[in-house]
């Protein structure tokens, strides 16, 4: 075919490494377009009267698009930027740039799946393929030892079998040459009030730098340095952080700016070069568990963590004043009211933290955990909506796994949380 032209649209795969759909579109095409849609559902407010995407990780995206904007422009060409849905300017793209076929990255959650589905049925209508490719987990579903079906519910047996039978593919290569269709208007990189949210002051404790592909790597090639000893700090005795090692990778790979296997691979040369140790261990491991959320994702979509619950019940929690103190930080529980001080001043909290204030509002405030979900939708740099509504399903005891102590130990965390209150000094 004659000037093939192929846009790849990016979603959360902000990167030039390790990137197959971009490197396929580049080997079949003559020219590509790259676009970004700024999708306005994703910036609304949501049922639970909280907001999609807050302001720390809508900051933190635009800094990953610039930074993909600012790789493109390096190898002379750009990225179209575009503010609205995607069913809705497609078909205007395609037209006046004479696209041939369209490349993307499949997501697993309902509403980006339906997203896709709406572009699929309008590209459709003029005879244009959408071509799906998977580049968000460490396993390729082609390499797992077990079909999706039948992948095992329980994360234990899917760890086991997995990392006995599946293997990890190596990383594509960053492109060095791209052949860019030709264009003069490549959008504006938008702001957080065009995007209709309101201009903070950024935190700083424990936040990732910067968005983007060049400070994920240089975050993990730093973290990987010293076989990752220089990001432990010693712990206060009661403060539950001693019992886990955070990497704070989750942002750069929430967003596709890092690739799982880069990450992987990253690891596995560090552990030749300064030996296995725990640390490395929680960074594969959390790898599988960003895996086995998506895998249930794809088994199941929602009825992954569905439950017969009222909608009244549910409304009725969104309005309580219980709620609302749990989420300013306001609660009387000297741990669980710092971690939500972390979380809305900075947009992260460690998994430790997540899974003490998740266990407080559901078995000890009796708030339904839907409500404390959506908040961590909204303030979560790294929320990821497999991840995030999977782990609090598990919490909550209604998720596929609930019934493995090696997804969630309820009296385990009850144990801390009663530990912290009655040995911290205030309470002494």
């Not at 300017?89 to 004479?98: D, N, S």
């Not at 599946?166 to 957080?192: H, M, Q, R, T, Y």
Request: with cysteine; glycine share 6%.
């Amino acid at each position: 075919m004659k000037n093939k032209k192929i846009l790849v649209w990016f979603r959360n795969d902000l990167r030039l490494h390790d990137n197959e759909m971009l490197i396929e579109a580049i080997a079949k095409s003559d020219s590509i377009l790259p676009v970004y849609f700024f999708d306005p559902r994703y910036f609304e407010p949501t049922r639970f009267e909280t907001t999609k995407t807050g302001v720390y990780r809508t900051q933190f995206l635009l800094e990953s698009v610039a930074a993909l904007r600012l790789a493109f422009q390096k190898l002379g060409g750009d990225i179209l930027l575009i503010q609205g849905k995607p069913e809705d300017k497609i078909k205007e793209i395609v037209e006046q740039f004479e696209i041939t076929e369209v490349y993307h990255h499949r997501e697993v959650g309902p509403e980006e799946t339906e997203i896709s589905g709406h572009v699929e049925d309008l590209l459709w209508t003029f005879k244009l393929n959408l071509k799906h490719f998977i580049g968000h987990t460490l396993y390729n579903k082609e390499d797992l030892p077990f079909p999706i079906k039948d992948i095992p519910n329980v994360f234990a047996q899917f760890k086991k079998k997995t990392e006995r039978d599946a293997i990890v593919k190596a990383c594509f290569l960053s492109p060095d040459k791209i052949d860019f269709v030709e264009n003069v208007d490549w959008g504006e990189l938008p702001s957080l009030t065009d995007l209709g949210l309101e201009v903070v002051e950024i935190g700083v404790t424990d936040r990732p730098s910067a968005g983007g592909e060049e400070a994920g790597l240089m975050h993990l090639k730093n973290l990987l340095a010293e076989g990752s000893e220089v990001y432990l700090k010693p712990n206060a005795r009661n403060s539950p952080e001693k019992q886990g090692f955070s990497s704070r990778l989750s942002a750069w790979l929430a967003l596709g700016c890092l690739s799982p296997r880069k990450v992987y691979w990253k690891v596995k040369e560090a552990e030749n070069k300064y030996g296995a140790n725990a640390n490395f261990n929680q960074i594969l491991l959390g790898l599988l568990w960003r895996d086995y959320f998506r895998f249930m994702f794809k088994k199941h979509g929602i009825s992954f963590f569905k439950e017969d619950e009222p909608e009244t019940d549910i409304l009725t929690a969104i309005a309580s004043p219980t709620l609302e103190k749990w989420k300013t930080g306001n609660t009387g529980h000297p741990i669980v009211d710092k971690y939500m001080y972390e979380l809305n001043a900075t947009g992260f909290i460690p998994h430790i933290g997540r899974l003490l204030v998740a266990t407080y509002l559901i078995y000890v405030l009796k708030i339904h955990w839907t409500s404390g979900a959506a908040y961590f939708e909204e303030k979560l740099i790294d929320y990821a909506p497999a991840s995030n509504w999977g782990n609090w399903a598990n919490v909550a005891g209604i998720g596929i796994d609930a019934k493995s102590k090696n997804t969630f130990d309820l009296d385990k965390q009850l144990k801390i949380l009663d530990t912290v209150i009655f040995d911290s000094p205030s309470f002494a």
